[in-house]
């Protein structure tokens, strides 16, 4: 009973330097979220997924790219790291109906911690 | 413009007394539900207390309630009986059933329980 798992939990990247942190869930959610937390902040939406096939772009996309691979994985790409992007990561899922029928609590992974140095 | 407005970066409480979190929201889709989530000092994330638009009845949760005022547009937080282990950052989020199906969080408020 995984429910999100994100991969790594702790990355350090040198500048300009790329990486993908993966995110995958087990409960046939159909909308995946990707948030930044930077410290003492809340989480701001970078991307996020509505449907396997669609993708959309938070209030913080710039420096990022993702890949909805199929319904259960959303991956985020820094093709080019600087240190502005140095943050907490959340992955989270949410059932949304098409007409209503949600439901009730989005489902976060446990976070990786990235420093861009 | 923000969607979701949490207006006290900090709180503090008294162990057993009652504490409201305020949460504003800001959205024109008439289908939306509001969740609050905490986020102790190990930062994972906890799932609270949801409140549907169209839901009747205030959101209740053991010790955590949900004060909606719809006309308002407030879902304010209320946790009775507060416990030293209470003390975490709290985010209220807001997720729209319209074209944008964005899940949008508030910037937070760290409240702190003192014995």
């Known amino acids: 009973n995984a429910g999100v798992t994100q991969t790594p939990k702790f990355q350090v990247l040198k500048t300009g330097q790329s990486m993908t942190l993966q995110c995958a869930q087990d409960m046939n959610h159909n909308s995946m979220y990707w948030y930044r937390q930077d410290p003492g902040m809340g989480l701001r939406l970078i991307y996020y997924?509505?449907?396997?096939?669609?993708?959309d772009k938070g209030e913080v996309p710039n420096g990022y790219n993702v890949s909805r691979l199929n319904k259960r994985e959303f991956s985020l790409r820094l093709e080019s790291a600087a240190p502005s992007q140095t943050s907490v990561y959340f992955c989270?899922?949410?059932?949304?109906?098409?007409?209503?029928?949600?439901?009730?609590?989005?489902?976060f992974g446990q976070g990786t911690r990235l420093t861009v140095v | 413009a923000q969607k979701i407005t949490q207006t006290q970066p900090g709180m503090f409480v008294q162990e057993k007394e009652a504490v409201t979190l305020d949460c504003t929201y800001d959205?024109?889709?008439?289908?939306?539900?509001l969740f609050w989530y905490k986020q102790p000092s190990s930062g994972e994330m906890i799932f609270l207390i949801y409140?549907?638009?169209?839901?009747?009845q205030n959101a209740t949760e053991g010790r955590y309630s949900l004060n909606f005022q719809k006309a308002r547009k407030s879902a304010n937080l209320v946790i009775s009986a507060s416990q030293l282990g209470d003390s975490a950052m709290y985010f209220c989020?807001?997720?729209?059933?319209?074209?944008?199906?964005?899940?949008?969080f508030g910037s937070g408020t760290q409240l702190t329980v003192l014995p």
């Open positions: 989270a899922t949410l059932y949304l109906g098409p007409r209503g029928g949600w439901d009730t609590e989005a489902f």
């Open positions: 409140q549907g638009s169209y839901d009747q």
């Open positions: 997924s509505a449907s396997e096939g669609t993708t």
């Open positions: 989020a807001m997720r729209e059933l319209g074209s944008a199906r964005q899940l949008t």
């Open positions: 959205t024109s889709d008439p289908s939306y539900g």
